[in-house]
């Protein structure tokens, strides 16, 4: 079971360091100083969860490796994030949407995670479901505001969905570890989100008058480490400290 | 900071002497200037530029932190510098407010900002090249900011104050972070000291140059301080600086690039204090006029964050109008 387990927690994990980490990148660069606070704070939501979700990772494997050393010291094929949350933040329509698909999805996780037969899981699903219903909030307005702003915001939102929506499929995708979890009670069926994550998507979209597109060929491979070019420059950013001076306490 | 925000402030009033000598007895008897009382036209500009100037430190003081964010060493440091740069971001924020209740807008203060017309603290035009700046930046620049902004919890003018409060109960938090920064880093390896030393050798005179131009040459200090905006003067605000932080380097085990500073037991009235060498004021002027290392990269990332962002803000208002025209219209219904 500890191996499973280890492994779908580095999913939950990764999904989290890496968003995380896309949203940083805009911190003091936003289009308003009132979202220069609101992204380090979803920023902030997210490594924070990402931090739990390492550390006890790193107690489920049992082999010393802390937070840093798994968020840190490995190779890219080793991440396990969805190809979505890597994605490259293009604009503030692609980022607020990235969002609101990941916090869509992850606020139904989270609140099946609550009944976990796993203490620690059901802990960090008690914290992580409350910032994540105000990622949806947040974010959901943004696309609304967006889609039903100018002309040319309307264009770009547009754009983003239509350029995001093959990354969505695989939030529901179960890995085999995954999959193993969830068998064990230990964590939720990704599947079971889809229902909610579409009506949680639909109401946004009706009031953004953005059009839900059907995605012929979904983007799959993440969870294998099969990610696209982008993710070895977010890597070469992340890891530069602990790559370039080894075995140092900061 | 706000010393350099005096320079060239124009504090000229053109109302009666009766006028002024009330104003100045309301401000003799400590009582707090708010947004909608009478004040002279200079006290109103030096304000809107020394809180203006301020708040765009801030501002543009995101820049070189957040130069690392990406790229801090632990998640726990990633974690802190988000949320320290954040916090940078809020202080921005309240004080761009309380410039408004003065009668100035923040858009108007931003463009000022972008075309160089209003200045920031020339401390952010310095480049962040290591980790280790960011240990230093909390340590000294934070630290200074701290002394002089301490007395501006008790400017005359009451928003100010007020925001100054909260920005410095931050500020001291930043600096102590700054410093837990460094001391991680001189308890670490050879590489990690050589890394600290050289970053306090590269800002301890940018940090010493925060607090203005000596008194002498601080040509609209006297003004500032009799009515109460400025409470110290700018030499005196240094030496403190100055006494308090090179024992703290010295606890760090770094040294201060500064070889003619030393103890001298009979200086603060016989309480002692350091002698120090002098401040290289070409470099200086150099950086306040916009030809330090990273003026013109400060600016370009600024006016690039504005230009990009021009469809968002377009796009919210557009959208607010369109949703308060659907509820009149649904009120009419």
């Given at each position: 079971m500890s191996a499973p387990l280890f492994n779908a927690l580095l999913e939950l994990a990764d999904d989290h360091l890496i968003l995380g980490h896309r949203v940083s990148e805009w911190c003091g660069h936003a289009p308003l100083l009132e979202e220069d606070l609101a992204m380090p704070n979803m920023a902030l939501d997210m490594i924070g969860a990402a931090r739990s979700l390492y550390t006890y990772a790193g107690e489920i494997e049992g082999e010393g490796r802390d937070e840093d050393q798994l968020a840190y010291l490995r190779y890219d094929r080793e991440y396990k994030n969805c190809l979505l949350v890597e994605r490259p933040n293009e604009d503030f329509a692609h980022t607020m949407l990235k969002q609101l698909y990941f916090a869509a999805f992850m606020h139904p996780y989270w609140e099946a995670a609550l009944q976990s037969?796993?203490?620690?899981?059901?802990?960090?699903?008690?914290?992580?479901?409350k910032e994540v219903a105000y990622h949806i909030r947040h974010a959901g307005e943004w696309v609304v505001r967006l889609g039903d702003g100018t002309e040319e915001s309307a264009k770009r939102m547009q754009d983003a969905v239509t350029e995001l929506h093959p990354y969505v499929e695989e939030l529901f995708h179960m890995s085999a570890d995954a999959q193993a979890a969830a068998d064990k009670g230990a964590l939720p069926d990704r599947e079971a989100m889809r229902t909610q994550w579409t009506n949680s998507i639909s109401n946004v979209f009706d009031q953004a008058k953005l059009t839900m597109p059907e995605v012929e060929y979904p983007q799959l491979g993440g969870r294998t480490g099969h990610h696209g070019e982008e993710m070895g420059h977010l890597l070469s950013e992340l890891q530069y400290m602990q790559r370039a001076y080894p075995n140092m306490s900061w | 900071m706000y010393s350099q925000g005096l320079i060239g402030a124009d504090g000229a009033t053109e109302e009666t002497e009766e006028f002024l000598a009330k104003f100045q007895a309301r401000i003799d008897r400590e009582e707090k200037i708010e947004p909608n009382d009478a004040m002279p036209n200079g006290y109103r500009k030096t304000l809107v530029r020394q809180i203006g100037q301020h708040a765009h430190s801030?501002?543009?003081?995101?820049?070189?932190?957040?130069?690392?964010?990406?790229?801090?060493?632990?998640?726990?440091?990633?974690?802190?510098?988000?949320?320290?740069?954040?916090?940078?971001?809020?202080?921005?924020?309240?004080?761009?407010?309380?410039?408004?209740?003065?009668?100035?807008?923040?858009?108007?203060?931003?463009?000022?900002?972008?075309?160089?017309?209003?200045?920031?603290?020339?401390?952010?035009?310095?480049?962040?090249?290591?980790?280790?700046?960011?240990?230093?930046?909390?340590?000294?620049?934070?630290?200074?900011?701290?002394?002089?902004?301490?007395?501006?919890?008790?400017?005359?003018?009451?928003?100010?104050?007020?925001?100054?409060?909260?920005?410095?109960?931050?500020?001291?938090?930043?600096?102590?972070?700054?410093?837990?920064?460094?001391?991680?880093?001189?308890?670490?390896?050879?590489?990690?000291?050589?890394m600290a030393q050289d970053s306090i050798n590269r800002w301890w005179w940018p940090a010493l140059m925060m607090f203005g131009p000596h008194d002498a040459e601080s040509s609209h200090s006297e003004q500032s301080m009799k009515w109460k905006i400025k409470r110290f003067s700018n030499d005196e605000l240094r030496q403190k600086f100055i006494d308090a932080t090179v024992p703290q380097a010295e606890y760090l085990g770094l040294t201060v690039p500064d070889p003619d500073l030393k103890w001298n037991p009979d200086k603060n009235d016989g309480k002692g204090g350091y002698d120090h060498g002098e401040i290289d004021w070409d470099e200086f002027w150099r950086v306040v006029k916009g030809h330090g290392k990273m003026n013109r990269d400060r600016i370009k990332d600024r006016k690039k964050a504005w230009d990009d962002g021009a469809w968002v803000r377009e796009a919210a208002l557009a959208h607010a109008e369109k949703r308060a025209a659907r509820q009149t219209q649904h009120a009419a219904e």
């Open positions: 037969n796993d203490e620690t899981v059901r802990g960090i699903a008690g914290k992580s479901v | 801030e501002i543009v003081g995101m820049l070189p932190e957040g130069n690392w964010i990406t790229r801090a060493p632990s998640l726990r440091r990633k974690a802190a510098l988000l949320a320290k740069v954040q916090d940078e971001g809020g202080h921005g924020l309240y004080l761009y407010s309380a410039a408004e209740t003065l009668g100035v807008t923040r858009e108007q203060m931003t463009e000022e900002l972008l075309s160089g017309k209003a200045k920031y603290s020339s401390i952010f035009n310095y480049p962040t090249p290591t980790w280790a700046d960011i240990g230093t930046i909390g340590w000294l620049v934070d630290g200074a900011a701290i002394m002089n902004q301490i007395p501006l919890c008790r400017c005359s003018y009451g928003p100010y104050a007020r925001a100054m409060i909260r920005v410095c109960k931050e500020e001291s938090f930043h600096q102590r972070q700054g410093y837990e920064i460094l001391i991680s880093l001189c308890n670490g390896t050879e590489e990690q000291k050589q």
